[in-house]
């Protein structure tokens, strides 16, 4: 039987830190059990906050909005702008305002917006439907600031959906009162490890994330990865190297499960050769993607491959977003496998992530090939790669960290 049948069984909204995401651990736990590979759950804290009240009133009126855990407490009544462009802030007399960004919330945007000192943020949501749907169907989610947005300072931030910022921007005013209410917490996540000993003591690790967002089943993004690295571990027998089988927490919160993993385990880093991580597969519509955050030599590999076994894939080396840069970053190549939707296909990080629009034979076909190439790993006489990080990747890595 496939393993595909995971992502129905942990498809329910499991947050980092959450007693959900503690039951998909013990799930995975279990497989692994059946399967003799001696799992274990390591344990570790991640930072949070429990949102005690968030409200925006503008003219007596109640606007659905959703605080950012980890954000700066307010309840104060502000002047506000609503902003088109970090070019439009440069009109703007922003200290102590609100602002309503028309923008995502990217780390560089924090850290100009900041720059203006103002007291509150109130961003777009990317997933919260659009102009053209019922307010009823524009979901929120309670996002985080992260350890790369606190050094920048820390200020109120909320969500808001682009349906009521065009309601808000109809209005004839430029005040609004804001409240958030938190209180900080130390929550435990969990990572399940799974372990196939090999003649030789060096490593070869698999990935995959197994939490999920707010609002969200999570089964594409990323039951599915889960699955896959699932269904390899069912099917590796007799390795040469050893084999690893991390199921990563709290990915969702800034790659949580794979930093503590890499932190945990360093000493033993040098003996891993590579990482395979699987981010979402088996969405019907879609294609098939690598990115070798490590040496060019593997990306040419696996091209080469893809034309000996007729699979097309797109193969590119870079950082790719995963628990596979946690890897890289600590020396150790790393690949990132999905299968990514079109435009207007399979979504993620929203409602919409249910599970409709897969396909087990899209999911089979993309386990087959990762089995194909770990299998010439395995029965090369020499270990066909160097351990090597370029300097471009480590410039890259370092971007992506904002280092």
Known sequence: ??????????????????????????????????????????????????????????????????????????????????????????????????????????????????????????????????????????????????????????????????????????????????????????????????????????????????????????????????ATILELAKMIKDPYYTIKFIFCGSEERGLLGSKEYTNKHKELLPNYLLNINVDMTACLLGYDYACVTGHEEIKYYLLHLAKEVAFPIKVDVGVYSSDSTPFADSGVPSISFARLAYQNGCMIHSNKDDGRFLSEDKFLNTVNFIYQFYQKLNSSKVYPFNKIIPDKVKEDINKYYGR
């Open 1 to 226: 039987m496939s393993y595909f049948k995971l992502i129905n069984e942990i498809g329910y909204e499991r947050l980092g830190g959450s007693k959900e995401e503690y039951q998909a651990a013990l799930t995975i736990y279990n497989h692994l059990n059946e399967l003799n590979l001696e799992p274990v759950i390591e344990e570790f804290t991640i930072n949070d906050s429990v949102i005690k009240e968030e409200k925006l009133t503008i003219n007596g009126i109640n606007y659905q909005v959703k605080g950012h855990h980890l954000s700066q407490e307010i309840d104060e009544e502000l002047e506000y702008y609503i902003v088109d462009s970090l070019e439009h802030l440069e009109y703007l007399d922003c200290e102590n305002k609100a602002l309503f960004l028309t923008f995502r919330l990217t780390y560089k945007v924090y850290e100009e917006v900041l720059k203006k000192k103002p007291l509150a943020l109130i961003c777009v949501s990317n997933y919260a439907g659009s102009l053209y749907d019922e307010e009823d169907k524009c979901l929120l989610d309670h996002s985080y600031l992260r350890e790369r947005h606190l050094k920048f300072g820390k200020v109120a931030c909320f969500q808001i959906s682009v349906r009521t910022l065009e309601e808000i921007a109809a209005l004839k005013t430029n005040k609004c009162h804001l409240t958030l209410k938190l209180e900080d917490v130390s929550l435990n996540s969990h990572n399940v490890v799974g372990t196939i000993k090999g003649k030789s003591d060096k490593i070869i690790c698999f990935s995959a994330h197994y939490d999920s967002v707010i609002n969200s089943k999570g089964i594409y993004d990323n039951a599915t990865g889960s």
